[in-house]
């Protein structure tokens, strides 16, 4: 399976750390990766079809401390789809003139939705397919882009009817939020003060976030497998969707 990662932050932020992590993983996970960063309504993309681990890509995202309110990263273990940069997670999509950023780890059996419209796959992969087909029912249920609230439940009633095909572990954001869906794994952390030190588990890597925070900053982070050893990660529940606001789940009316 594949690998997600997600932060949504109440200030823009770096995701430096985590993502030296995730890139760990990418040994097993070598069909490639791709990272988005939001800022404002604009979208910075990276994406290649070589693994995480010696992609000149992902070196120069290591490096290079962008920062964002929201962004979504994906490594990818093919299932259906070849091997190609069209076949790269994240994806991304406009809608209400905003970009939608999607990623999914698991697979579809059978999966073959009706799209007609703007929304086609480009590539051959079973996640493209159900974000066109999200995106295409998305602009059947709203006239413009909805609240947080109001998209949480669209949500709600969209995601289970993709997960009935199979493993759809998945994370969609706008810029405004981030929405993560659970079939199989995920697990969430939010970092806020007071900031403590922190180690990976997958590299002999730490950091002690309170030298590169303020007391007002909050960070919420999800992830297919919990990324450091001594943080308290929570787990999501098989069929949960959470959203997340401002560096915090956002508590649903």
């Known amino acids: 399976m594949c690998q997600l990662l997600g932060l949504n932050a109440n200030t823009p932020t770096d995701v430096m750390f985590?993502?030296?992590?995730?890139?760990?993983?990418?040994?097993?996970?070598?069909?490639?990766?791709?990272?988005?960063?939001f800022e404002g309504k604009g979208v910075r993309l990276f994406v290649d079809s070589h693994s995480a681990r010696e992609s000149p890509v992902a070196e120069m995202v290591r490096r290079y401390p962008i920062k964002s309110e929201n962004i979504v990263a994906h490594i990818r273990k093919a299932t259906q789809g070849r091997v190609a940069l069209e076949n790269t997670h994240p994806f991304v999509r406009e809608l209400w003139?905003?970009?939608w950023v999607f990623a999914h780890n698991g697979d579809l059996k059978g999966y073959a939705p009706r799209l007609h419209g703007a929304f086609r796959?480009?590539?051959?992969?079973?996640?493209?397919?159900?974000?066109c087909w999200l995106m295409q029912e998305l602009a059947k249920a709203h006239a413009g882009v909805p609240g947080v609230a109001e998209m949480s439940v669209t949500l709600a009633e969209l995601l289970p009817q993709v997960a009935r095909?199979?493993?759809?572990?998945?994370?969609?954001s706008n810029g405004q939020a981030l929405w993560a869906h659970c079939s199989t794994q995920l697990h969430h952390i939010v970092r806020q003060h007071p900031f403590a030190r922190a180690s990976l588990q997958d590299d002999e890597v730490s950091i002690d976030f309170a030298e590169h925070t303020s007391p007002r900053d909050r960070v919420a982070v999800v992830v297919t497998e919990p990324l450091t050893k001594d943080e308290t990660w929570s787990a999501f529940a098989p069929g949960e969707i959470r959203t997340f606001v401002d560096g915090a789940p956002f508590a649903h009316a």
């Open 97 to 99: 003139g905003r970009y």
């Open 121 to 131: 796959p480009v590539g051959g992969t079973d996640s493209e397919r159900a974000f």
């Open 18 to 37: 985590s993502f030296t992590g995730f890139a760990t993983r990418a040994e097993e996970h070598k069909d490639g990766f791709g990272i988005a960063f």
């Open 165 to 172: 095909f199979g493993v759809f572990n998945a994370m969609l």
